[in-house]
T-cell receptor
Framework: AQTVTQSQPEMSVQEAETVTLSCTYD???????LFWYKQPPSRQMILVIR??????QNATENRFSVNFQKAAKSFSLKISDSQLGDAAMYFC????????????FGKGTKLSVKP | NAGVTQTPKFRILKIGQSMTLQCTQD?????MYWYRQDPGMGLKLIYY???????DKGEVPNGYNVSRSTTEDFPLRLELAAPSQTSVYFC???????????????FGQGTRLTVV
């Protein structure tokens, strides 16, 4: 069975500061992808960043970066220079079955950004 | 581009009624998916399809049916609606080709369904 665990139901960060969201996962697959999705109040699921398991280099997308620890099965998201628009639910997800859309999601972390 | 389009955006059903949630995508993606999101939870896969005429069960398929007659459309049918099916439903699509090009999943904006 494949699982994704997000242990922080809620997090808060001051505008312009840095915050890290945690995620651990379990899978028996050797080839998989990991994702962070953002869900603002509009409900839209927005892909923030993607990591391919066979790549050792951590993925980065502008202010968003990940710390991928394959042996520890850990996949944390770092948001630098936090902005008010970053406030949302953040979901960690693992894909399986040869498709990037067959996803196992964590329960999410609600991020608040204080001005 | 419209991407993934779901209709309706909101719906209230009475217990025992049936309905179809519509989903269409214009990106020529071969894979399509239906997820449900319950309060305080992440999304869970209901059904998916790897191409026209091919569907398969996901994690929570009971109470639902799907069909995929075209590449673009992937409707989700609820028969005999129950309160446990109150949820937000997301359709998504992606492209996947063994050993070749692939994309991440693109999501529709969701349908909020309440069964009373």
């Amino acid at each position: 069975a494949q699982t994704v665990t997000q242990s922080q139901p809620e997090m808060s960060v001051q505008e312009a500061e840095t915050v890290t969201l945690s995620c651990t996962y379990d899978t028996s697959e050797s080839d998989y992808y990991l994702f962070w999705y953002k869900q603002p109040p509009s409900r839209q699921m927005i892909l923030v960043i993607r990591q391919e398991a066979y790549k050792q280099q951590n993925a980065t997308e502008n202010r968003f970066s990940v710390n991928f620890q394959k042996a520890a099965k850990s996949f944390s998201l770092k948001i630098s220079d936090s902005q008010l628009g970053d406030a949302a639910m953040y979901f960690c997800a693992l894909s399986y079955g040869g498709s990037q859309g067959n996803l196992i999601f964590g329960k999410g972390t609600k991020l608040s950004v204080k001005p | 581009n419209a991407g993934v389009t779901q209709t309706p955006k909101f719906r209230i059903l009475k217990i025992g009624q049936s309905m179809t949630l519509q989903c269409t995508q214009d990106m020529n993606h071969n894979y399509m998916y239906w997820y449900r999101q319950d309060p305080g939870m992440g999304l869970k896969l209901i059904y998916y399809s790897v191409g026209a005429g091919i569907t398969d069960k996901g994690e929570v398929p009971n109470g639902y049916n799907v069909s995929r007659s075209t590449t673009e459309d992937f409707p989700l049918r609820l028969e005999l609606a129950a309160p446990s099916q109150t949820s937000v439903y997301f359709c998504a699509s992606s492209y996947s080709r063994t050993g070749g090009k692939y994309t991440e999943a693109f999501f529709g904006q969701g349908t909020r369904l309440t069964v009373v």
